[in-house]
């Protein structure tokens, strides 16, 4: 059985050789633009529920903690955003649909660093 350090520094490897990877994403932040959190328009239909302005019925259900209207608000639940829109659940039915300019927006923004 592997050691404990041989562990980490296998795991730190593949984590390397993945590049700019988190979660389900498989992003080559080289090749891809990546926008600054003031220049995506994705924030809008985010904000719509997720806002620090909205409470009790008009967060339509969502968190009162998961904001994306400030920058390190945004950034503390990039990886959430990311997996959340990756695998359809955001934003829910009913709601406006992300262009695929702005899903890309979202999941090119939280697996590059996550640019202010």
């Not at 593949?14 to 932040?29: F, I, K, R």
């Not at 409470?55 to 903690?65: E, F, N």
């Amino acid at each position: 059985m592997p050691s404990l350090p041989r562990i980490i520094v296998l795991v730190s490897t593949a984590h390397l050789l993945l590049g700019c990877t988190s979660g389900a994403s498989n992003v080559d932040c080289k090749q891809v633009t990546v926008p600054k959190y003031a220049e995506m328009t994705a924030w809008a239909k985010c904000t719509s529920c997720h806002s620090t302005a909205l409470t009790g019925a008009g967060r339509v259900g969502a968190p009162g903690d998961i904001n994306f209207d400030n920058y390190d608000s945004a950034v503390a639940d990039a990886d959430l955003a990311r997996s959340e829109v990756e695998s359809g659940s955001m934003p829910p039915a009913g709601s406006p649909k992300l262009s695929s300019a702005e899903h890309d927006q979202i999941v090119n923004w939280a697996s590059c660093d996550t640019p202010q």
